[in-house]
């Protein structure tokens, strides 16, 4: 069973900074892509950003130059480091992966969410 826990989540004054962790558990073989989606009230999910091994990652236009995504391949660990927030940026945010197992050959795989208020 595989498993996606985030944390760092919070509340944050404009301008300020968090760091977002996603750690995945299980009985993992591999993880290609990983990134976070972002949903805030009233509004449908979207992407923030996302990482596949490999390559350069990709990030909404909202958020770049702002936003940094980050994996640590050996932990199973991804982040999301977030600098200027605006208020706009108020959401729950989703971590992802699309990770291989033993039975399962490419799903994604999704956290509970963390939730990201900004305010002042």
């Known amino acids: 069973q595989v498993q996606l826990v985030e944390s760092g989540g919070g509340l944050v004054q404009p301008g300020g900074s968090l760091r977002l962790s996603c750690a995945a558990s299980?009985?993992?073989?591999?993880?290609?892509?990983v990134g976070w989606y972002r949903q805030a009230p009233g509004e449908e999910r979207e992407l923030v950003a996302r990482?596949?091994?490999?390559?350069?990652?990709d990030y909404a236009d909202s958020v770049k130059g702002r936003f940094t995504i980050s994996r640590d391949n050996a932990k199973n660990l991804w982040y999301l480091q977030m600098n200027s927030l605006k208020p706009e940026d108020t959401a729950v945010y989703y971590c992802?992966?699309?990770?291989?197992?033993?039975?399962?050959?490419?799903?994604?795989?999704w956290g509970k969410g963390t939730l990201v208020t900004v305010s002042s």
């Open positions: 299980g009985t993992i073989v591999s993880i290609n892509a």
């Open positions: 990482i596949s091994k490999g390559d350069s990652p």
């Open positions: 992802y992966a699309d990770i291989f197992t033993p039975t399962v050959w490419g799903m994604d795989y």
